[in-house]
């Protein structure tokens, strides 16, 4: 008798989700009727995983409302395997709300939980608590929407490494578990991963030990120690995004103070956030307005069929040379179309003609610059993606407390525009980033600092958490160092030591330092012990996992596709934006979770029984 096809899904939480929800989708009609055992492999229950698992503070909200998330697919996704619709986050709340779903074993033991779903709005941003039961509840929907002929076996633990020869089966080693499981593929959905300190982080840490100093690593800000930080001392924060609002929401609120009418009334047992970063200002915040108008029609100046005139040139493209004009050339397209569309009275042309000028003109050359100029009289009204990354370059302070001032009044100005439909622009803009996200997705590697301008554009946080910025700000809780944050180390006095750019001649001293920003992906730093192996066995890497754009398979340093091994997620060169999908937006991490499963399936298939 012939063995039964086996799938090990390395991973539990949304990708691995997803990836269940595409295999249910396409075998219908790739593996109909044939036996498939899938394993599913994570230390944290399946759905949520370790970022969305139950088990955290309710306190940690997503950083999308509830109408913008959703984990199945549209017609706006290009995929070849079928349409599966289903709720967002605030469809199905809804229908927990009104008795059309029943709660899962989260909801129904967790009356925070409850009251949550029975409040919920889709303008609302979740917990992630919340967000987790979600996933838990599509887990089990996927699950239950496999063919009966396919088993699921989940292992609550770690894949410590995955061996096996290229054409043949594959075993994967657990943490705690004697006997291997056999796979004919192997795909990894693994997730934001913790890693290893770099040099520096090495050396801030040998300091601290030696002065008996407190020093705490890039790190998932819900798992760190922040028991450790004293109350009323100033502690150095580097890093001003995500990781940041939740150091500041679990040292603030998560010790005991409160807000009253845009005020903050401490505990006492808060320290004294001192923090900077290399732009010394917050990620801009979440658009908070119902979307007006038109969407702008994307892709025009950067789409599949520039992205394949790349990829097919005799050279890599290089990011910032190659790919970024035709990037800040769509994006500026997406921008002034809505501008032109809804607020014509700031412009001084027909968009016809505008358009026609603005298609002939070069990305980045002065003939376009030319173009706007001459129609957009405004410099306000004009797109510099360069001044939005680098906000205080050039800005000076004489003292801290006018930076502190001056500070607070950009996080005012941020938020009344996010806040406002009158710079739709914006929301255009935002609209531009998801498509061309979409087509970046398939270059095998565009360095980080796409990454982290598209986070600190288009992924900043709620409007709320910015204005608990501003009241722990007038509070003195939190206090602002500016651009161009270094941190030295003061062996004769036994202190960490912050000074910014913004203000020049400004220190601070301080026993505490915390880096506030996500453990380094790349597998030459994770503390996988799989992603290592993988590494080590000639998986190529250009600081994150090479994988094919194409079906997710795992690339050697030759550049030949694995037959058995698939990733897909952060760790991957192929990453898409860590933002959960919004419905009808394309979603291209859905794209790549039907393409890896297509593949499977097809491969699967494809075995006879005796394969080995």
Not at 129 to 155: D, F, I, K, N
Not at 215 to 233: C, I, Q, R, V, Y
Not at 473 to 491: I, Q
Request: charged letters at 25%.
């Amino acid at each position: 008798m012939s063995a039964v096809p086996t799938l090990v899904v390395i991973g539990a939480g949304p990708r691995g989700t997803g990836v269940i929800e595409r295999i249910a989708a396409n075998a219908p009609s790739l593996y109909a009727g044939r036996p498939l055992d899938i394993h599913l492999v994570d230390p944290f229950p399946p759905g949520g995983g370790r970022i969305w698992r139950h088990d955290q503070s309710p306190l940690l909200w997503m950083n999308s409302m509830a109408e913008d998330v959703t984990m199945f697919t549209d017609d706006t996704v290009r995929l070849e395997g079928p349409v599966r619709p289903g709720p967002a986050l605030d469809a199905w709340a809804a229908d927990v709300r009104e008795g059309r779903t029943a709660p899962g074993p989260d909801i129904a033991s967790d009356s925070g939980l409850r009251a949550e779903i029975d409040a919920l709005t889709g303008q609302d941003f979740p917990s992630r608590r919340l967000q987790g039961a979600y996933l838990r509840w599509v887990y089990e929907q996927s699950v239950a929407a496999l063919p009966s002929t396919v088993t699921v076996h989940e292992h609550r633990g770690r894949a410590l490494r995955v061996t096996g020869p290229r054409n043949g089966r594959q075993t994967v080693h657990l943490e705690g578990r004697a006997e291997p499981l056999t796979a004919d593929l192997v795909v990894l959905t693994l997730g934001h991963l913790d890693a290893e300190p770099d040099d520096e982080q090495r050396r801030l840490s040998r300091f601290a030990d030696r002065h008996g100093l407190i020093h705490l690593p890039p790190d998932f800000t819900a798992d760190s120690d922040l028991g450790a930080l004293p109350a009323g001392e100033p502690v150095i924060v580097r890093g001003f995004g995500l990781a940041f609002i939740d150091l500041m929401v679990l040292l603030t609120e998560g010790r005991g103070g409160r807000y009253e009418n845009g005020t903050y009334l401490p505990s006492g047992r808060e320290p004294v956030l001192y923090v900077g970063s290399r732009r010394g200002v917050p990620y801009h915040s979440k658009i908070g307005y119902v979307r007006p108008g038109e969407r702008p029609p994307l892709p025009r100046f950067f789409g599949p069929d520039r992205t394949e005139e790349l990829l097919n040139r005799p050279e890599p493209p290089d990011f910032r040379r190659d790919i970024w004009p035709h990037v800040d050339k769509e994006l500026g397209y997406a921008h002034y179309h809505r501008l032109f569309a809804s607020h014509p009275e700031r412009t001084t042309a027909d968009w016809s003609a505008f358009e026609e000028k603005y298609a002939a003109a070069d990305p980045g050359s002065a003939d376009l610059r030319a173009v706007i100029a001459a129609a957009v009289p405004d410099p306000a009204d004009r797109l510099d993606l360069a001044a939005l990354d680098h906000p205080l370059d050039g800005v000076r302070h004489s003292s801290a407390a006018s930076f502190q001032e001056a500070t607070r009044a950009y996080i005012t100005a941020d938020l009344d525009r996010r806040h406002d439909p009158g710079h739709s622009e914006d929301l255009a803009v935002f609209l531009g980033l998801l498509s061309v996200y979409g087509q970046l997705v398939r270059f095998p590697d565009i360095g980080d600092w796409w990454h982290g301008f598209f986070s600190y554009l288009a992924s900043g946080p709620p409007g709320p958490r910015l204005r608990q910025l501003l009241a722990l700000s007038r509070a003195g809780v939190v206090r602002f160092l500016g651009a161009g944050t270094t941190v030295r180390t003061d062996e004769e006095r036994g202190v960490f030591r912050a000074a910014g750019a913004t203000v020049p001649g400004e220190r601070l001293e301080s026993r505490a330092l915390v880096e506030a920003r996500l453990p380094d992906a790349s597998p030459r730093h994770t503390r996988s012990t799989l992603l290592r192996a993988l590494y080590e066995d000639g998986a190529a890497a250009t600081g994150l996992l090479a994988v094919d754009p194409g079906d997710g398979r795992i690339l050697d340093h030759d550049g030949r596709p694995h037959p058995r091994r698939f990733a897909l997620g952060p760790h991957t060169a192929a990453r898409t934006s860590g933002a959960f999908t919004r419905p009808r937006t394309g979603g291209p991490a859905f794209g790549q979770n039907d393409a890896t499963a297509r593949a499977a399936l097809t491969f699967l298939h494809g075995l006879d029984g005796t394969d080995d």
